[in-house]
């Protein structure tokens, strides 16, 4: 059985250790969670949100304890862990507590007429247990929130947080023992690799991930062996494209914060900034003066805190290294001492599309910027990626700002403002290409946790229906007259035939 230890990246401070689930944990979990599947699901849809309600109330009282737990664990400034894992996670919980009803309830849908009397119906049913795992960028929310919506929906919850981040496993497992959660509702699962591979053996009915596009590849692999659905939301190279006519004040504030919030550690994480031509050199000085002015430190009074996976920060020296082997120039920043986990906030130009740090996720506080003298180039250039999840787009012109927004290949995407699409838990959230498959978040992210049952009812009085044995000529002739009627080209019809057809179709049913 492994052990994690439990480190603060910032400081070096070991925090404690965690055992591992060993094999047969994993499995005695998963039979928990199937025996407490029935009476979680048939609890009527308030009590589940209940125990949701706890929650949220737990997590305003703790806000700043466990708001300082997940900055031990993970090197963020304790403000970003108060905005991006306890805010959001609650907010979340209060949409649930307001929409769920209306999201999960059955909804009456059209019938044609051809079908009357029937009528037709879409009723949402839990999947039964649900497998998330998730990353260590934003350890607590991307496992509550997913975690959260699946038992809303009815599900059982086997959770599998980051190895990188166990510490914050561990709060979470605490948090949920508070609460109260029938036995078996929610189980954490800490370990790496293996116990999310012994998870994935275990046959969830859904497993939702979020990690790397690598990550996702090997699961769904995996997962394809036993036909369980995946979600996947995986990693981006997010474009920023800022016209001339924006307001460059504030595109330059966003670019900044895009590119090194949670020290660039965001999936959507503004990763190439595309500028116009006429206010590049203008706009890389307000780039470089605000980038100038901010303060790396831990955990209080700082705007960076330091990167939380020394594996990470491997990547992001390897990226920027590669991109001043061709070219690149290094306008601010690049200071990342060898061994140390705080990689000073570096703007680079001079960059091309052939470097790593224009193409692969970087993930770290590096923003590489271009200009493009037309719209056709910049949006060239941001579709010119194997990702798709997030980007935004700057420009005082509402019209050409959403033209060229959605002739962008990503699943989100903002104007004037970035980052922001999973704020608005009403906006649906995922990715296209190498980003992800699945969309959570709205009402698809919460039905995401669900299969529709769609059922058909007819009151039952006629003898048969017109498309029942036995087959007759007149029922031939009947719908060759109704195909032409309705579906033809011209609307001529002939009044008799049609009348004779509807003659025929009553007499079949009576
Ligand atoms: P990762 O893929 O290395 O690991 C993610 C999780 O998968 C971890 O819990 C890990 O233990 C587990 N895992 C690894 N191999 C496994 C296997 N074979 N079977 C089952 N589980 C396995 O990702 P990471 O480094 O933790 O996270 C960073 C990545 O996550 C980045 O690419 C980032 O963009 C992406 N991300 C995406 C979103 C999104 O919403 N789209 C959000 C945050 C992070």
Request: proline share 6%.
């Amino acid at each position: 059985m492994g052990v994690l230890t439990m480190q603060n990246p910032a400081t070096g401070e070991i925090l404690g250790e965690l055992a591992e689930a060993t094999p047969d944990e994993v499995r005695l979990a998963m039979e928990r969670a199937r025996q407490a599947f029935p009476g979680w699901s048939a609890l009527p849809l308030p009590e589940r949100l209940h125990y949701l309600t706890r929650l949220r109330h737990c997590l305003a009282e703790q806000a700043e304890t466990l708001a300082g737990k997940i900055s031990a664990d993970t090197g963020k400034p304790t403000l970003e862990a108060l905005m991006t894992e306890i805010f959001i996670t609650a907010d979340t919980i209060r949409f649930y507590e307001k929409h769920a009803k209306r999201m999960l309830s059955p909804r009456r849908v059209p019938t044609p007429l051809v079908l009357w009397p029937k009528r037709s119906s879409i009723h949402y049913k839990p999947l039964g247990v649900v497998a998330v795992i998730s990353p260590w960028n934003y350890p607590f929310q991307l496992s509550v929130i997913p975690a959260l919506s699946a038992l809303a929906a009815g599900n059982t919850v086997l959770l599998k947080p980051s190895e990188v981040t166990p510490y914050t496993g561990l709060v979470m497992e605490e948090l949920f023992r508070t609460i109260g959660f029938p036995e078996g509702v929610i189980q954490v699962l800490h370990g790496g690799r293996e116990v999310g591979q012994a998870l994935v053996a275990a046959k969830p009915d859904k497993i939702f991930f979020t990690g790397s596009a690598a990550t996702g590849r090997a699961i769904m692999k995996q997962a394809a062996e036993y036909l369980i659905p995946v979600e996947l939301e995986l990693g981006g190279k997010d474009p920023m494209i800022v016209f001339a006519d924006a307001h460059l004040e504030r595109a330059a504030n966003a670019a900044v914060w895009g590119a090194f919030t949670n020290a660039g550690q965001v999936c959507m994480s503004v990763e190439r900034l595309y500028v116009e031509q006429s206010v590049y050199p203008q706009f890389v000085e307000l780039v470089k003066a605000k980038t100038a002015a901010l303060r790396q430190g831990f955990p209080r009074q700082a705007d960076i805190g330091s990167m939380t996976f020394p594996r990470q920060a491997e990547i992001v020296r390897d990226h920027v290294a590669d991109a001043i082997a061709k070219g690149a120039v290094v306008e601010i920043g690049g200071r990342f001492d060898e061994d140390g986990m705080f990689l000073s906030p570096t703007v680079l130009t001079g960059v091309t599309h052939a470097m790593k740090i224009m193409r692969e996720e970087t993930f770290g506080p590096v923003l590489p910027i271009m200009s493009f003298s037309s719209e056709a180039e910049a949006i060239r250039l941001a579709n010119d990626s194997p990702y798709g999840l997030n980007a935004s787009v700057w420009s005082q012109d509402e019209t050409k700002a959403k033209r060229v927004a959605l002739q962008l290949e990503t699943g989100n995407v903002c104007i004037n403002d970035c980052l922001v699409s999973f704020a608005n838990p009403h906006l649906p959230f995922g990715g296209v290409k190498q980003s992800g498959i699945g969309r959570y978040r709205g009402p698809e992210g919460l039905r995401a946790f669900t299969h529709a049952v769609s059922v058909i009812h007819d009151p039952g009085r006629q003898k048969r229906e017109v498309n029942w044995y036995p087959y007759t000529e007149e029922q031939e002739t009947m719908f060759v007259v109704l195909i032409k009627a309705l579906f033809g080209r011209e609307r001529k019809w002939n009044r008799q035939a049609l009348l004779a057809a509807w003659r025929e179709w009553k007499r079949l049913q009576e």
